[in-house]
């Protein structure tokens, strides 16, 4: 994945979403032409957390060494983004496989094992996570062989180690809620990425990136369910924001098949993005 740069139009379109305070965060940021983000943030994200130095776990493009920045994310984030991007490609590609496209699958059974897992597998001792790269591998040789009953099987083994690893890592956080959504802003910025690369003159010129962007929002939207009661208990108003923010964002995917102009461009989908993280402090 190709390092996204900051770009003039990103400061108009997180400007729409931004209150007073917020904006006048962001309009301080002053960045120099060239200077590339780091990876997976909105300039408003940025902005936010200048001057705050995370513990050191990088993440590049979707995983380490497949483009993107040198951004710092704290290692238990660094895991569980990991693993919903994982889960994100999963949900793609089945709703492929359940249309009888095996071929149109298979990347996306693929890259976890290639883009991902290679970038969390040192970090999965730490959580007490049993490796799982043998299960990726069977689960995506069940694709490339069209065996829908292997993969079943394949899927749900996998499903079940997946989610003892979110499990494990959830447990060490004092404040699952917040850590959920801090976790699944760093996907939707990851979904970003791959729908820039995905549109060319306002169409859907690559299919794949389309597709990735697609599995990364839905499964936040399923990531962000399993704490909406608890968050709508917490702050109902803002619960309601951020649901409104991903329904805002899923609609820019009507099917798995993209539409030949895209239903949003780069700019909009951000500046839905920013309205979903600028929620976030309500949480924690």
Do not use: C
């Amino acid at each position: 994945m190709k390092k996204r740069k900051i770009w003039a139009g990103l400061s108009s379109a997180v400007l729409v979403a931004a209150p007073a305070a917020a904006q006048a965060t962001v309009l301080h940021v002053q960045p120099q032409a060239g200077i590339e983000s780091k990876a997976d943030q909105t300039l408003l994200h940025l902005a936010q957390h200048q001057g705050h130095a995370a513990p050191a776990a990088t993440a590049g493009g979707e995983g380490e060494g497949e483009g993107g920045g040198a951004a710092q994310l704290q290692p238990s984030i660094h895991v569980y983004r990991g693993i919903e991007m994982i889960r994100g490609h999963l949900l793609v590609g089945a709703e492929l496989i359940e249309a009888g496209r095996w071929a149109d699958a298979l990347p996306h059974f693929l890259h976890p094992e290639e883009e991902i897992y290679g970038s969390i597998r040192d970090q999965l001792k730490t959580f007490n996570i049993a490796p799982f790269q043998v299960a990726l591998k069977s689960l995506s040789q069940t694709v490339k062989a069209k065996n829908k009953e292997a993969y079943a099987r394949a899927r749900a083994a996998l499903d079940e180690r997946l989610a003892a690893a979110e499990t494990a890592v959830k447990a060490k956080e004092a404040n699952g809620t917040y850590f959920v959504l801090e976790t699944a802003l760093e996907v939707l910025q990851q979904a970003a990425d791959e729908y820039e690369e995905a549109i060319q003159k306002g169409r859907i010129a690559n299919v794949v990136e389309y597709q990735d962007a697609r599995g990364f929002v839905f499964e936040v939207d399923r990531l962000v369910g399993t704490v909406m009661p608890a968050a709508s208990a917490k702050n109902a108003d803002a619960a309601k924001a951020l649901q409104a923010s991903l329904n805002d964002l899923k609609a820019t995917f009507p099917a798995v098949t993209p539409p030949k102009q895209a239903v949003k461009d780069s700019g909009e989908f951000l500046s839905a993005i920013a309205k979903f993280e600028l929620q976030l402090g309500n949480f924690h």
